[in-house]
């Protein structure tokens, strides 16, 4: 079986003038497939739905991108789905097409990350990118297809012993890791950073978001500066595919493993 398709042809081509290749002029999502079930997969297509009318395009998923993917998941049982999509060809400017165009959608199969397992049981380690997001509020949230930032956040070499880096917006507020949302605990309660100028809001953020108030915590989205960490107990990430994993360490703050996460993980179907 092929493990790529481009509007569900296996192994086509990409046009050359796509938008989403000149211009990052599209959006993707990720998603995780355990025993063959690709998990809160409404919820992905909610947001790419939203994120096409954000940028500009209409966008639903139909029955045959429906059924290409439940036939990837049938045979790739424990992988990850990636589903992209882009506005298709539309010329040399960056000025959008006038006519309506047909969306291209791309979608692939690849590994499960084998190194998610062992965070989950252990956590990880952060430390501070010293590459900013800039803020931009209407882009802020979405998974659009233009990730340079993260690009180059990720090309930089971590020091040994942490694992991501820690990624901060232009004004030194805390947004996200370079793959994942971020909670933290503290005596006022579960704090979780605002993404309306920068970031990406992701999907598990807001299933997390839903099932912590749903075990009665008092969760808050609000802009978090670095310096307030000192008063950080313990804090963990969330995105698709590794579900919620605790951190261990933030540049020099230690943690403690939150007392709930493993119920969270099991309310959640995410223990891996």
Not at 31 to 58: N, P
Not at 151 to 160: D, G, M, Q, R
Not at 195 to 205: D, I, N, P, T
């Amino acid at each position: 079986m092929s493990t790529i398709w481009v509007n569900g042809q296996p192994d086509a081509a990409i046009n050359p003038l796509d938008r989403g290749l000149a211009y990052g002029d599209g959006l993707f999502a990720t998603m995780r497939v355990h025993k063959s079930e690709i998990q809160f997969v409404e919820s992905h297509f909610l947001r790419l739905t939203q994120g096409a009318k954000r940028l500009g395009f209409d966008w639903q998923p139909s029955l045959s991108l429906r059924a290409l993917l439940l036939e990837c998941a049938q045979k790739h049982p424990q992988s990850c789905l990636k589903v992209l999509l882009s506005r298709g060809v539309g010329g040399r400017g960056y000025t959008p097409p006038h006519t309506n165009q047909s969306t291209n959608e791309i979608v692939s199969v690849h590994p499960f990350p084998e190194v998610y397992q062992r965070w989950q049981n252990q956590g990880i380690s952060l430390q501070s990118s010293a590459i900013l997001l800039a803020r931009q509020p209407r882009l802020a949230g979405m998974k659009h297809c233009n990730r340079l930032e993260q690009v180059l956040i990720k090309s930089e070499p971590l020091t040994a012993g942490y694992d991501d880096w820690l990624v901060l917006d232009a004004q030194r507020n805390i947004i996200e890791s370079s793959m994942a949302n971020l909670f933290f605990i503290t005596e006022a309660g579960i704090l979780t950073p605002k993404l309306a100028y920068a970031g990406v809001a992701g999907m598990m953020r807001e299933q997390v978001i839903y099932q912590l108030l749903d075990m009665n915590f008092k969760v808050s989205v609000t802009e978090i500066n670095l310096s307030k960490l000192s008063n950080v107990d313990h804090a963990f990430i969330t995105n698709s595919l590794l579900g919620v994993v605790d951190i261990n360490l933030i540049d020099q703050h230690i943690l403690q493993k939150a007392p709930f996460t493993s119920l969270l993980r099991e309310r959640l179907n995410l223990t891996l």
